[in-house]
């Protein structure tokens, strides 16, 4: 075994829609940074505390895992991924962002008349979210086939893999540039601070609370 680390490690999203954001909260929260060559990885200059770019994707299996003790994801990701793996321990959310507010809903073409979920029965949902949608259509009590994709799924109705879609829907743009209209909500989504299942050690302990401290005092100036 390695020597147990003496700093603090924060995964946040390398690119997309949480990316900026959660950077910018980290600076609030009064953290500086110095970026490496490859700039996956950001040294934290004034705490020991550093800052791991990744796909948010990879987020929640990096604290499970604890490679990193702190992650900031959506509650998307984090949902999918523990309803998939039933029987493993999953990060706690220790905090909720107010950023990064979308919604996984259920879409359909702009022409299809829509009642009801019991409309769904039969159909080809295609999604990247397999678990969360098939979570949901049970709770409805829907029989659908689910389609898995993992990008492009607003296309996947015209390409003919799909009747109709499951993704996430933020501004509306990309349903409404293909042709879409939503019809239901699935899950309500928001980035989240989460921490690693493991225990830690007295002192990433100590600069976990800090930093969980740090981040909620910032979110509480900016109200
Ligand atoms: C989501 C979703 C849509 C888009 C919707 O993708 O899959 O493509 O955002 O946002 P809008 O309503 O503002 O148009 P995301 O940016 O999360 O990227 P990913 O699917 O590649 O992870
Ligand atoms: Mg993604
Ligand atoms: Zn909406």
Known sequence: MSAPRDRLRIAVQKSGRLAET??????????????SRDRLFLFGDNLPIDVLLVRDDDIPGLLREGSCELGMVGRNVLDEQSLATPGVVFPKVVSTLGFGRCHLAIAVPQEMPWGSPADLEGLRIATSYPALLAAWLAR??????????????????????ADVICDLVSTGATLQA????????????????????????PLLA??????????????????
């Open 206 to 223: 100590e600069l976990a609370e800090r930093l969980q401290a740090r981040i909620d005092g910032a979110l509480s100036g900016a109200q």
């Open 178 to 201: 293909n042709q879409l209209r939503e019809v239901a909500t699935v899950l309500d989504s928001e980035a989240v601070l989460a921490r690693t299942p493991r225990a830690l050690s």
């Open 140 to 161: 409805e009590g829907v029989a659908a086939e689910v389609v898995t994709l993992n990008g492009s799924v607003e296309i996947a109705p015209r390409l003919g893999k």
């Open 22 to 35: 959660s950077l910018d909260l980290l600076r609030r929260a009064g953290l500086s940074f110095r970026a």
